[in-house]
């Protein structure tokens, strides 16, 4: 089980550029893919983006993509990079983890697919 806790959530206007970080724990952080989902008011849970166990291969949702980047290090932490923000994209921010040791998805991530989930961190983007 890793354990994850975010960071970096804030108000800004619409065009600023925001990075979030994730703090993961637990002796085996490189074994796991990493993702960001978010949920805005009154709307479904969903994908942002991923990034693989060895930070070689990412994925995004179309409506963040060429905006958002996601990365990860070897400490532990994870951020995603948010330029170009727009009050769409106003919503809590989770970062997760993939079930130990599975397979890379790419296109394939689903809430199902999460094995843990930090406690979120609020972005608002005022227009």
């Known amino acids: 089980q890793v354990q994850l806790v975010e960071s970096g959530g804030d108000l800004v206007q619409a065009g600023d550029s925001l990075r979030l970080s994730c703090a993961a724990s637990?002796?085996?952080?490189?074994?796991?893919?990493m993702g960001w989902f978010r949920q805005a008011p009154g709307k479904e849970r969903e994908f942002v983006a991923a990034?693989?166990?060895?930070?070689?291969?990412t994925y995004y949702a179309d409506s963040v993509k060429g905006r958002f980047t996601i990365s990860r290090d070897g400490a532990k932490m994870v951020y995603l990079q948010m330029n170009s923000l727009k009050p769409g994209d106003t919503a809590v921010y989770y970062c997760?983890?993939?079930?130990?040791?599975?397979?890379?998805?790419?296109?394939?991530?689903?809430?199902?697919?999460?094995?843990?989930w930090g406690q979120g961190t609020q972005v608002t983007v005022s227009s």
């Open positions: 997760t983890t993939s079930y130990y040791g599975a397979d890379w998805l790419g296109s394939g991530w689903r809430q199902a697919n999460v094995g843990s």
């Open positions: 637990g002796r085996t952080f490189s074994r796991y893919h």
């Open positions: 990034i693989s166990s060895t930070g070689g291969s």
